[in-house]
């Protein structure tokens, strides 16, 4: 197990290194704009807010992933119960479309719908969480919406195809032939090996949601480290586009490092991996 | 190559699913060629006597808030898709199969240097790379075009690296080389029969993330700029709009979800007709 951690960490510590490299040499291609002292690499990380960004991004990127995980398990799960069964089939296909919706459109229906026609919840912008943490959530409760819908479809297609996976494991079949019902099976040893293996994958979904949390804020106005990125690039605030560069660099790394952790601490089984 | 083709002409690759995605696609490809050559009005003449005009009448889907023919700028940014995620897709391939190969055949230090690089690029969503990039050079479609392909280029690095894994372990692989085939002749006759389908696969999963990426980087500007037109960019137009004049936006979202569910059809139906010691192979990790 100790050797897991340890070999997660350094994956962590080189991929940030490896690719905060790269970013900081791009960037340091760039022609230095008259007049503004161009700043040396690790030095001053610009005005940049990247903390108040921080408080945005952050709570928009958990509860669209716990939204999504949520749904997105309980689909697939549903799903899965018959396969090939008209409810399944149904699903599948939900699960499909679902899943190539992009969430930046989405987002804009659902301001359509719920701000622009029936009022009930704002349409953009952003109060600190200090001024008024109620109205800071309900500012939130749209952009997140529309990250884990898609991702809750492209969660549950993964989820169900996992599923239906293990049905056919000998242990399942050894476990009816004890006597257990097949949804008996399923809840006691089927569903927490599917579970794992989602949970292997789960790095690169956190990758994509991660990114279109930085798209999904610039629908609602979100004074997030998106929209602090994009703002910087439009002014060619070099120093700014650097700081959240490089805070998006480990939030990704940190993302996939928590998934990869996660999934060696659930599946001990992970920890041979490579060996085989 | 040929192998692929014939498979695909007897049929094995499942009735429904590939043919389904496969005609889909050529049907929205077509009419993205049409627009090269015939759009309703041309994209880039503004009428500002009819600015935002509901569907019907002379503008089957109206127009937008420059006055441009809606129908017209759907088309073009159907092209502007597929051609901006081709030509990232082909970027990808030809950064992640050889990188893939090497891995195969060097095993030890090379295969997993190159692993990590794979995983390292992973974590590097096409979003930040296109920022950095449009940072240092201002935005433009080279740009996202190298990001997206830098971003699918692991896809195929894995999907070449265990599907030779796969492919070496089978008996008749084993067998040509006992008897005497060479090395050359043998990826030749059983190697690449075997891999092409799943590259192809492959093509089709990796060119539905590159429509989708193209539209988010459009949407926030920093793919193809003005007068140039992509989904991504009218969407994001459509945006500021949309309480006037929702039709753009939602014709144009599900443009782009045709195109993905077409490709994304293809993808999946290709890798039902592949034999079960390679359909997992190239998955997510």
Redesign the interface.
């Known amino acids: 197990m100790t050797g897991y951690v340890v070999r997660a960490v350094a994956r962590f510590v080189l991929t940030v290194v490896v690719t905060a490299a790269i970013a900081l040499w791009l960037l340091g291609l760039a022609p230095t704009p008259v007049g503004s002292a161009q700043a040396d690499l690790f030095g001053s990380f610009g005005s940049a807010p990247i903390g108040a960004a921080l408080a945005v991004t952050l709570p928009l990127i958990l509860i669209a992933l716990i939204l999504s995980a949520a749904l997105g398990a309980g689909l697939g799960i549903w799903a899965a119960r018959r396969p090939g069964s008209l409810v399944d089939r149904a699903l599948r296909a939900l699960l499909r479309i679902g899943g190539a919706i992009p969430s930046f459109w989405l987002g804009t229906l659902l301001v359509l719908l719920f701000s622009a026609t029936l009022r009930w919840l704002p349409a953009g912008g952003f109060v600190p969480w200090q001024v008024n943490p109620l109205v800071a959530l309900s500012s939130l409760i749209l952009p997140a919406l529309a990250l884990a819908l898609p991702q809750a479809a492209r969660l549950g297609s993964m989820v169900r195809r996992a599923l239906v996976d293990e049905k056919t494991a000998p242990y399942l079949v050894a476990a009816e032939a004890r006597g257990l019902t097949a949804d008996a099976a399923m809840r006691r040893h089927g569903l927490r090996n599917a579970l794992l293996a989602v949970l292997g994958a789960l790095g690169p979904q956190l990758v994509t949601l991660i990114a279109g949390a930085l798209v999904v804020e610039n629908v609602f106005y979100l004074s997030g480290l998106g929209r602090l990125l994009f703002d910087a690039v439009a002014t060619r605030d070099l120093a700014s586009v650097r700081a959240a560069a490089l805070v998006l660099i480990v939030l990704l790394a940190g993302a996939v490092l928590v998934a990869r952790l996660g999934a060696g601490w659930a599946d001990p089984r992970v920890h041979a991996e490579r060996k085989a | 190559m040929t192998d692929t083709l014939a498979l695909l002409r007897t049929g094995r690759f499942g009735p429904s699913r590939f043919r389904i995605g496969a005609i889909a696609t050529l049907v929205l490809l077509l009419v993205g060629f049409v627009s090269i050559v015939w759009t309703p009005y041309p994209v880039t003449s503004l009428d500002v006597g009819s600015v935002l005009q509901a569907p019907g009448g002379a503008h089957w889907l109206g127009t937008d808030q420059l006055g441009r023919d809606v129908l017209s700028l759907i088309m073009k940014g159907i092209l502007t898709s597929f051609v901006v995620s081709a030509v990232a897709v082909f970027i990808g391939a030809v950064i992640g199969v050889p990188l893939g190969w090497m891995a195969k055949i060097w095993p030890g230090i090379p295969d997993r240097a190159i692993g990590?690089?794979g995983?390292?690029l992973?974590?590097?969503?096409?979003?930040?790379l296109a920022?950095?990039?449009?940072?240092?050079?201002g935005?433009g479609v080279l740009n996202i075009m190298l990001a997206i392909g830098l971003s699918v280029a692991p896809a195929f690095l894995r999907t070449t690296r265990d599907g030779l894994v796969a492919i070496e372990r089978l008996d008749y692989v084993a067998a040509a080389r006992l008897a005497g085939t060479g090395r050359v002749e043998t990826v030749r006759r059983h190697v690449l029969p075997n891999l092409s389908p799943l590259l192809l696969a492959q093509i089709f999963a990796q060119l539905?993330t590159g429509v989708?990426a193209e539209?988010?980087l459009g949407?926030?500007?920093?793919g193809v700029q003005p007068p140039a037109s992509s989904l991504g960019l009218l969407?994001r137009d459509?945006?500021s709009y949309?309480?006037v004049a929702?039709v753009p936006?939602?014709l144009g979202?599900l443009a782009?979800?045709a195109i993905?569910?077409a490709l994304?059809a293809a993808a999946l139906g290709l890798r039902d007709g592949l034999p079960g010691y390679l359909r997992r192979v190239g998955?997510?990790?």
């Open positions: 990590a690089l995983e390292a992973l974590t590097f969503p096409p979003l930040l920022v950095i990039l449009a940072a240092v050079a935005p539905a989708m539209a988010a949407f926030v500007g920093l969407l459509a945006q949309a309480s929702p936006l939602l979202g782009l979800i993905v569910l994304t998955d997510e990790p």
